[in-house]
């Protein structure tokens, strides 16, 4: 049997669960990053009639308002 007095205990669950939060915390930052949407004035679109700014990833000549459902030419914000 392996004898432990309490401080080491203490210590060795504190340290593991320290290493566990960084470690999530590090991954989770990791995959958020390719998750960022590009900020290119290319695809950020401006609705002139109900104002709502959006992203739209398609490079089409046209787009689609998705609030008021506006069809849009390539003017963009």
Request: overall charge positive.
């Amino acid at each position: 049997m392996l004898k432990v007095n309490i401080s080491t205990a203490i210590f060795l669950y504190l340290f593991f669960n320290v290493i566990l939060v960084l470690g999530y915390w590090l991954f989770s930052g990791y995959k958020r990053k390719e998750i960022v949407l590009r900020s290119d004035n290319d695809y950020m679109w401006k609705c002139h009639i109900c104002a709502n700014v959006y992203v739209d990833s398609k490079d089409d000549e046209f787009s689609k308002c998705p609030q008021c459902e506006t069809l849009l030419k390539k003017n963009r914000y």
